[in-house]
Each structure stands twice: as structure tokens, then as C-alpha cells.
């Protein structure tokens, strides 16, 4: 197995990377309050010790009262939430890494089961978090408004603190999917319609303020999935046509690199070729992209929060798609949030020393 592609550097605007392994957004429950503590810059300038390329954060909320159904995720806002972040960005430099914060908006969401709830309703689109159940408030056009204006004003701040990139999270269900979802806006208005295309405004006006506000030289990522949490098999782009017209007006509004989720990046995106999600992504608009789902282990991720443990996996196929250059930057998950050290020992060969990856590994900030 030859992994050369993925130890060459990567240079696009802001973002240095001294190879191409991203260590992908894994949501984590250890900022009290919202605060990112001591324990979670340590968490994350391990892994810079252990070569990631490029750390993307933990999905960190927007200025908006019921941008998060947890108290312990951590905030994008607030004097001691983005002293936390500060923290977080120095000790990953120190480490010679590189790092964007996710910045997230969760839209209408089920209750934590902790019992916690934000001080107002959720909000969203139509006030869907997934297809017939409400659970929240449709948006008003000053609602819309102001959080797009949370949204730029959280990428001034991950600018001025120091971060190389960042990273909205517009996948999975959450607040910019919910808009791209006609399951979650049955919305008749210019934040609503038919298409897929027409739905994609609101994402375009965040891309548009963050753009505005980091400038052209900051580089800018969006995560995005076909799937949803409740809907494995969902596409909302049913045709390669039906991408173009989705995801070319987002390049077109400042996207530098798509992160394109899937839950196996081995799986075709569309009957006529190969090609997954992050390889149609890249032909349609001609920008890099991330592919992620599943790398280096069996299993999904999903499943591990049911108890399903995995074991290190062959890179050959990935190495074979990257070679070809379906993709530019490989993003991988449970490997790195279990072993600090993944990206070093695939570097070094030593791939006898792969760990695998059980249940536990969530319920901790694993720095060994």
C-alpha cells in the first residue's frame, strides 16, 4: 500500500498543510457551559503532536439563543468561550498544526435527553427537525437576517484568533441542511421552493456574509451530506444535474473546499460511474474536496454509538480513488478520536500498532 499521495503538501489561501489528513469534526460534550476547557486544548494539540494536517474543531454554535440543544457543546461567541477557542488555536500552532473551528447552527432539534434546553424555541425553516415532527419555530425574515449575520461574525472572530481556516457545517440535518431539505422547508417564499436549487439561498447568503467578513484570502470549507441522520438512503441531489445546479452556486459564493460526507467513501454516488460524493463534487465545480466516511475502519460511525466496536482497515481503495484524483484531502474520524498517533504511524508504516475503535473512546478527550 502506497501512501505517498497523502503525505504531500496542500496550499490554498490561508490553509499550509503539511499532508492530507484532516481530522474530521467529531462532536464532543466537555465544554461546560459552552467554554472550551484546558482538557480540550490538550485534546486537540495532541493531535497536531501526532501530524494531522488539518484539525477541524468540534461543531462550535453561533450566537443565536437556540443554536444548541446542549449546554456542554462548545460556543463560538462570548468573551470566555472564544478565550477557550484562543487557547485551543495557540497550543495546535505550537504543535506545528494546522486548525479550523466547525461553526454550527443546529437548527430545530429533538430535546437533550439531559433535560436542558435553550432559553428560546428552536428555529428553522419550517420549524421541522426531521420530516413530520415539529419541534420548533419557523424563521421570520429578521430571524434569517440575523443569523446570517451570526454566522459572518463568528468567521471574523475565527479569523482575528488566529485559525488557518474554518469550516460551516451545512450537513447531517442540521440548520443550513434543514434549508437544502424540502422534508424540513415547505417554506413558499425566496428561503423556499420546488427545487433543490431554488433551497439553497439561505446557504448562499451565510457563504456570502462569511466571505465578506474573512475576506478573499481566508479559505473557506462547507460540510455537506446527501444523507440524513434519519434518512440514510436520502439524496437531495437525485441527478449529477441536480448537483450542478446545488453546489455551483455556493462555490460561486465563496466555498473554497466541499467536505463531502458520506457514511463510506467507497460507495458510487450516482449509477454511472464510481465516482463518490466528494469525486462528483470536484468534477462539477472543479474545486478541491475532503472525502470522508468510514477510512481506515470497519464499521460506520454512526453505529458506534450503538455499541459497535471496529478494527483498522485497508487503505487501498482510498489510495486508488486519491490517485486518481477523485479527491484532495482525506478526512478521517473514530481512528483519530481513539489514536492521537493514527496519522504518524500510517506515515512511518507502522501499521501493526493501528488501534481499533469501541464505544468507550466517546465517553472520553483520549490523549495517549
Same mark, same amino acid.
Given at each position: 500500500?502506497?501512501? $505517498?499521495?497523502?503525505?504531500?503538501?496542500?496550499?490554498? /489561501?490561508?490553509?499550509?498543510?503539511?499532508?492530507?489528513?484532516?481530522?474530521?469534526?467529531?462532536?464532543?460534550?466537555?465544554?461546560? /457551559?459552552?467554554?472550551?476547557? $484546558?482538557?480540550? %486544548? %490538550?485534546?486537540?494539540?495532541?493531535?497536531?503532536?501526532?501530524?494531522?494536517?488539518?484539525?477541524?474543531?468540534?461543531?462550535?454554535?453561533?450566537?443565536?439563543?437556540?443554536?444548541?440543544?446542549?449546554?456542554?457543546?462548545?460556543?463560538?461567541?462570548?468573551?470566555?468561550?472564544?478565550?477557550?477557542?484562543?487557547?485551543?488555536?495557540?497550543?495546535?500552532?505550537?504543535?506545528?498544526?494546522?486548525?479550523?473551528?466547525?461553526?454550527?447552527?443546529?437548527?430545530?432539534? $429533538?430535546?437533550?435527553?439531559?433535560?436542558?434546553?435553550?432559553?428560546?424555541?428552536?428555529?428553522?425553516?419550517?420549524?421541522?427537525?426531521?420530516?413530520?415532527?415539529?419541534?420548533?419555530?419557523?424563521?421570520?425574515?429578521?430571524?434569517?437576517?440575523? @443569523?446570517?449575520?451570526? &454566522?459572518?461574525?463568528?468567521?471574523?472572530?475565527?479569523?482575528?484568533?488566529? &485559525?488557518?481556516?474554518?469550516?460551516?457545517?451545512?450537513?447531517?440535518?442540521?440548520?443550513?441542511?434543514?434549508?437544502?431539505?424540502?422534508?424540513?422547508?415547505?417554506? @413558499?417564499?425566496?428561503?423556499?421552493?420546488?427545487?433543490?436549487?431554488?433551497? @439553497?439561498?439561505?446557504?448562499?447568503?451565510?457563504?456570502?456574509?462569511?466571505?465578506?467578513?474573512?475576506?478573499?484570502?481566508?479559505?473557506?470549507?462547507?460540510?455537506?451530506?446527501?444523507? /440524513?441522520?434519519?434518512?440514510?438512503?436520502?439524496?437531495? %441531489?437525485?441527478?449529477?444535474?441536480?448537483?450542478?445546479?446545488?453546489?455551483?452556486?455556493?462555490?460561486?459564493? +465563496?466555498?473554497?473546499?466541499?467536505?463531502?460526507?458520506?457514511?463510506?467513501?467507497?460507495?458510487?454516488?450516482?449509477?454511472?460511474?464510481?465516482?463518490?460524493?466528494? +469525486?462528483?463534487?470536484? /468534477?462539477?465545480?472543479?474545486?478541491?474536496?475532503?472525502?470522508?466516511?468510514?477510512?481506515?475502519?470497519?464499521?460506520?460511525?454512526?453505529?458506534?454509538?450503538?455499541?459497535?466496536?471496529?478494527?483498522?482497515?485497508?487503505?487501498?481503495?482510498?489510495?486508488?480513488?486519491?490517485?486518481?484524483?477523485?479527491?484532495?484531502?482525506?478526512?478521517?474520524?473514530?481512528?483519530?478520536?481513539?489514536?492521537?498517533?493514527?496519522?504518524?504511524?500510517?506515515?512511518?508504516?507502522?501499521?501493526?500498532?493501528?488501534?481499533?475503535?469501541?464505544?468507550? %473512546?466517546?465517553?472520553?478527550?483520549?490523549?495517549?
Amino acid at each position: 500500500m502506497n501512501t $505517498d499521495n497523502l503525505f504531500k503538501p496542500f496550499n490554498l /489561501k490561508s490553509l499550509n498543510l503539511k499532508n492530507r489528513i484532516v481530522m474530521a469534526p467529531m462532536t464532543r460534550s466537555f465544554s461546560p /457551559k459552552g467554554v472550551p476547557t $484546558d482538557q480540550v %486544548a %490538550a485534546y486537540y494539540q495532541r493531535r497536531a503532536e501526532g501530524e494531522v494536517g488539518l484539525i477541524l474543531s468540534e461543531g462550535t454554535v453561533i450566537d443565536r439563543v437556540a443554536s444548541s440543544n446542549d449546554e456542554n457543546i462548545p460556543r463560538f461567541h462570548g468573551e470566555k468561550s472564544l478565550a477557550g477557542w484562543k487557547n485551543v488555536i495557540d497550543g495546535v500552532h505550537a504543535a506545528g498544526g494546522a486548525m479550523g473551528p466547525q461553526i454550527w447552527h443546529m437548527g430545530v432539534m $429533538d430535546n437533550h435527553y439531559s433535560g436542558w434546553l435553550p432559553a428560546g424555541p428552536f428555529e428553522g425553516p419550517s420549524g421541522y427537525g426531521k420530516p413530520g415532527v415539529k419541534n420548533g419555530q419557523a424563521m421570520t425574515d429578521s430571524d434569517i437576517a440575523d @443569523t446570517i449575520q451570526a &454566522f459572518g461574525r463568528a468567521a471574523a472572530d475565527a479569523k482575528r484568533l488566529g &485559525f488557518d481556516t474554518l469550516e460551516l457545517h451545512g450537513a447531517h440535518g442540521y440548520l443550513i441542511d434543514q434549508f437544502f431539505w424540502d422534508q424540513t422547508n415547505d417554506r @413558499t417564499d425566496q428561503y423556499g421552493g420546488k427545487t433543490l436549487a431554488e433551497r @439553497t439561498r439561505f446557504g448562499v447568503e451565510v457563504i456570502k456574509e462569511v466571505r465578506r467578513q474573512t475576506g478573499e484570502d481566508f479559505a473557506i470549507i462547507l460540510r455537506l451530506s446527501q444523507f /440524513k441522520p434519519t434518512a440514510y438512503d436520502n439524496k437531495l %441531489a437525485k441527478t449529477p444535474q441536480e448537483m450542478e445546479a446545488w453546489l455551483n452556486p455556493l462555490a460561486e459564493a +465563496g466555498v473554497d473546499i466541499f467536505h463531502c460526507s458520506q457514511r463510506r467513501f467507497w460507495e458510487a454516488e450516482f449509477e454511472e460511474s464510481d465516482l463518490n460524493f466528494a +469525486g462528483w463534487a470536484k /468534477k462539477l465545480t472543479g474545486k478541491p474536496t475532503i472525502t470522508v466516511g468510514s477510512v481506515g475502519l470497519t464499521g460506520e460511525f454512526l453505529a458506534a454509538f450503538a455499541g459497535e466496536s471496529s478494527q483498522p482497515s485497508s487503505l487501498d481503495e482510498l489510495m486508488r480513488r486519491m490517485d486518481r484524483g477523485d479527491f484532495d484531502l482525506v478526512a478521517v474520524g473514530r481512528p483519530l478520536l481513539s489514536d492521537p498517533s493514527w496519522v504518524k504511524k500510517i506515515h512511518e508504516h507502522r501499521t501493526d500498532e493501528l488501534k481499533g475503535f469501541t464505544k468507550e %473512546a466517546l465517553g472520553e478527550l483520549v490523549m495517549g
